[in-house]
């Protein structure tokens, strides 16, 4: 919906993803003064559709649509993103179908690269409901000692300063500085800020960080693609259980 640059590029990469394991791909670009009945419509006719395995609305939503409505008029069977409410409770508890796409992709870097998070300090600095909130959640499952920290919190580099597993969701570029940082901690930047036309940096500052860090993602390259491949798995998982393939 409307006309964010960053969604553009989002959705041309999931599009291209779909392309290239085989999955069909339905865009609907929907203008900026579209109604919230005309999206809850269209998601609707998408819910009831039994060719149609998994839905999502990229965020950010225009203004005078309620993203809360939107996202919780999709199916929760065919919600990809896991943003339903009923996703996100299943997250809590731990017996979940579909989980958000970036924090899965993170915790997929972490088991791929041989690293256990059983009693690890892991410091998530950043609350969203996207990303934040579920991937304090799902280092928890995996019986890691999780700290979330946020706009309010103090001493921030106390706490940065603890992790071995730190994960930096703020939006905000180079936050995170190698100062902020334990020796040999593992570093996962979910930052993607755009700093000039041509230039994406994360939330760290990847040069005096990856000095003092055991691990760490770069931006580009290291979450972005992964949140990708997750959408895909959760999509593939939608279609099983909603029996469209
Ligand atoms: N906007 C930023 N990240 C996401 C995401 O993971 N899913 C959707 N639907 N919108 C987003």
Partial sequence: MGEDPASKVYVANKKKACEYIGINSFEYKLPEETTE???IELINKLNNDNTVSGILCQLPVPKHINEEAIINAIDP???VDAFHPINVGKIMTGNYDFVPCTPAGVMELIKE??????GKECVVVGRSNIV???MSMLLL???GTVTVCHSKTKDLKAKTKSADILVAAVGIPNFITGDM????????DVGINRIAPKTLVGDVEFDTAKEVAGAITPVPGGVGPMTIAMLMKNTLKAAEVNKTV
């Avoid at 940082?181 to 996962?188: N, Q, T």
Wanted: proline residues 4%; aromatic residues 0%.
């Fill in 37 to 39: 009945e005309e999206v």
């Fill in 77 to 79: 069977k065919k919600d």
């Fill in 113 to 118: 690269s041989g690293i256990d998070v059983t």
């Fill in 132 to 134: 934040g909130k579920p």
């Fill in 141 to 143: 499952h995996q019986n």
């Fill in 181 to 188: 940082i334990k020796e040999g901690a593992v570093v996962i």
